[in-house]
């Protein structure tokens, strides 16, 4: 069966948006019958794309919107889009021990995150996003033990104590103010919101929908008991139990 | 707060300058941010007294833009609400932020010396050297805590879309001719291959002096042809060898026969006139050798060859050659 042919040399033009910012909604029956339509061969080869392209793309950690993977990847095999997402989604289960997670219900957007237990043991590779790591998982915690919400100026006067100062370039994560309000921000890491009228402007700090995702309120709290118990610190054995027993200590989400 | 409930009085009239000045001075204090940690601390009432002379304030408000200033403050003082008993639900709660960091340091392996004077900060920071793999080594205790997908890079590098450069396949055409039949050489080397002729004669020449050598040592015994031709360090000059060794027999100068043991050797023609026979006489035969990579190291184990007969040549152009 011939298939329309996309050309390719055609520019991101009006059109193209507007066709794939919506995938029909299909019956079962409907979906068979499309994919009966393709050859087996060209379907793999779709989901191998698929596969792929979500690799490659979750490299930097910037989530992906279902719009470019339809635009991109998916082009005219748009009808057999399900099929090919549930595909794409059993080989990164079953090669890679990943899965794909909506973070934006509304505009579909999705991350890749681990399906297999952290093993414990030396990490082989500690490159800068390990130390990114590092600065990420204080500023969580701070957040969480802030009550799920801190403003910016809290969030900067405590990791000042750890030497880092907005308008100095640090050894290692150079523009820190730049990383914690943008990239985190971008990688969903992080959620930075204006506090209305305030002069000059203030920030809330608060999880993003990715650390949600990837994380959550009970492993940062062990991480926190660790760190506290680290230090020998009497209060962390306190309210460890404060808060495990009776909750994250502040409202779930948005306060 | 009354005065949201109240109806918004649909006269437009004059804003009274009574209740619009003080209005907006109660707004004023309440954005001003110097003031917001005062009114913020538990400490204090400020908030609360702000509140209620607003609250007077407003029975006084009968205009749309007053109204508006109103939800304007309502917002505000909503804010300011909350934040306030955020604060205080953490003083209930005691997280001490203060803890909390010096902890970090120490987990990232603070080294903590008292004798150096540092830099004295308005804030008491703790003195200390931080070393270099502090927050990697937070980072590796990080990743317990995360699902985080590891990133994803190709491990030999992704693919060089430009074709390799023309220069270096002329250069290994030139290096490798191959008993296998000869490759069709580009335009350019026309020059090069008359000297490229002239070292295969004297190449030829050689191999058979060294022939002639070993027979003259011990005229009674064939030479194994492998022994001959494998050169265990390198597939490129057996191959070549072999090239060579096939003019020699082509020529008459040698010959290659099977042994008891069904194995080819190779011996020299000693008799002229034998030489002049073969021309003429006797049935020509052809043969064609292949020869594996994998083919060749086996021959290198079987028959133990640890070093070739026929030593390299150690002409310019086989200097270049990377074995």
Known sequence: MSQRKRSRGSGLTQGDDEDFSVVPTQSPSQVQRNLESRSQEEIDRKVTELVQFLLVKDQKKIPIKRVDILKKVIREYKDVYSEIVNRAGRTLQQVFGLQMVEIDTKHHIYILTSTLPRVEGENLKQDIQTAKLGLLIVILSFIFMKGNSAKDSAVWEFLRRLRLNPGEKHKVFGDVKKLVMEEFVRQKYLEITPIPLTDPPEFNFQWGPRAAKETSKKDILSFVAKVGAYGGSPFFFFFFFFFFFFGGGGAEGRP | MGAVSRELCAVSREPDR??????????????????????????????????????????????????????????????????????????????????????????????????????????????????????????????????????????????????????????????????????????????????????????????????????????????????????????????????????????????????????????????????????????????????????????????????????????????????
Not at chain 2, 41 to 55: G, I, P, V, W
């Open chain 2, 18 to 323: 009574q209740v619009l000045l003080p209005l907006c001075s109660v707004l004023g204090r309440l954005t001003w941010s110097e003031n917001r940690e005062d009114m913020l601390s538990s400490k204090s009432n400020r908030l609360t007294e702000a509140l209620e002379e607003a609250n007077q304030l407003f029975s006084g408000v009968s205009c749309a833009r007053e109204a508006a200033l109103d939800a304007q403050f309502l917002v505000l003082a909503s804010n300011l609400g909350k934040e306030k008993a955020n604060e205080l639900r953490s003083e209930i709660t005691t997280f001490d932020s203060l803890t909390f960091a010096e902890d970090l340091l120490t987990f990232m392996g603070i080294n903590r010396t008292e004798t150096e004077g540092n830099d004295s900060d308005s804030e008491s920071m703790s003195g200390g050297y931080l070393p270099s793999n502090a927050w990697y080594k937070l980072g590796e205790e990080a990743e317990k805590y995360f699902r985080r997908a590891p990133s994803f890079h190709y491990m030999l590098g992704s693919f060089k879309s430009e074709p390799p450069v023309p220069r270096q396949r002329i250069e290994r055409q030139r290096k490798a001719p191959g008993g296998e039949g000869k490759r069709a050489m580009p335009a350019q080397l026309k020059k090069m291959e008359e000297s490229h002729q002239e070292a295969t004669a004297k190449e030829v020449e050689r191999i058979l002096r060294l022939l002639q050598t070993l027979f003259r040592n011990d005229p009674h015994t064939p030479i194994s042809f492998f022994d001959l031709v494998v050169d265990p360090n390198s597939f490129a000059r057996t191959v070549e060898n072999i090239f060579h060794v096939s003019f020699i027999v082509r020529d008459g100068l040698a010959r290659i026969k099977l042994d008891d043991d069904k194995l080819p050797v190779i011996e020299p023609v000693q008799n002229v006139e034998e030489r002049n026979d073969d021309h003429s006489t006797r049935a020509r035969n052809q043969v064609v050798i292949s020869l594996s990579h994998e083919e060749w190291r086996e021959i290198v184990e079987t028959y133990e060859i640890t070093e070739p007969m026929i030593s390299p040549p150690d002409s310019i152009e086989d200097e270049m050659e990377t074995a």
